[in-house]
């Protein structure tokens, strides 16, 4: 295909992903409430168990606005992602041949797969013990007699929240990177279990800087990252090239 062509059907891919992405923004502005009170239930539901009546503030007239567009833009990137590596895979799949398709096809569903999976556990599991842990610094009387209590702005708790789902979705994509790879011959098996221990420390060290800076959050993140590790070196084990026998 000539140059020219490429441009097109590449123009034309990309404007069905801005479509979708489009097209999924102004539902999900619609819902954003909603969207939001879901990503706000962790914190709402420990502020309830304490039996007080609690609230979010923001401090500029236009955060309460810019809130729900990145709401709803967070949203849609979750919405239109399948459409948008759809129309990457069409824009690829013609310059592969029918081995490659079949050896990527399994990477293309882990993907999404593992993404869902990293912020599900961010959302169900981390969440609530790192809120807790975040809430246990207040005191009904702090110095002088004045009680130290949260007033979170909706802005800066959404800022967290979206960082630290993504963060999760993204590094549970060890295991897709590593058996990648694998496959083309850039890393072994046998080379992930030399380093494993030096990999264990950059566990750690990605989720320092990764997650935010307590022990909960961070732990929370490196344990399943050694986890999927693991795994991954089952799985570069079975899809890297094996030996040509003499």
Avoid: N
């Avoid at 479509?19 to 990503?39: D, Q, T």
């Avoid at 039996?51 to 923001?58: L, Q, W």
């Avoid at 990252?225 to 003499?246: C, H, N, Q």
Wanted: glycine share 6%; hydrophobic share 55%.
């Amino acid at each position: 295909m000539p140059l020219l062509d490429h441009l097109i059907e590449l123009r034309r891919r990309l404007m069905w992903s801005m479509g979708a992405l489009l097209i999924a923004f102004f539902v999900c502005y619609h819902f954003s409430g909603e969207i939001y009170s879901f990503l706000a239930e962790p914190l709402a539901k420990i502020l309830e168990s304490r039996g007080t009546d609690r609230r979010m503030i923001f401090t500029s007239l236009t955060e309460g606005f810019f809130t729900y567009l990145k709401v709803a833009f967070f949203g849609a990137a979750f919405i239109s992602f399948p459409v948008i590596a759809s129309q990457l895979w069409l824009f690829i799949a013609p310059g592969l041949y029918r081995s490659e398709k079949r050896a990527f096809a399994p990477f293309l569903i882990a993907t999404p797969v593992l993404f869902v999976l990293g912020a599900a556990l961010a959302y169900y599991f981390v969440f609530p013990f790192a809120w807790a842990f975040f809430l246990s610094f207040e005191t009904p009387t702090g110095g002088g007699g004045v009680p130290i209590q949260l007033e979170a702005r909706v802005g800066e708790y959404l800022d967290l929240v979206m960082k630290l789902i993504f963060a999760f979705g993204i590094a549970f994509q060890l295991p897709v990177a590593l058996s990648l790879m694998a496959k083309v011959g850039i890393i072994t098996s046998a080379s992930l279990k030399k380093y494993r221990r030096y990999a264990y420390v950059g566990m750690f060290v990605i989720a320092a800087i990764l997650a935010p800076p307590d022990v909960i959050t961070q732990c929370g993140l490196a344990i399943p990252l050694i986890g999927l590790y693991e795994i991954s070196i089952l799985a570069a084990r079975m899809v890297e090239p094996k030996p040509a026998e003499d």
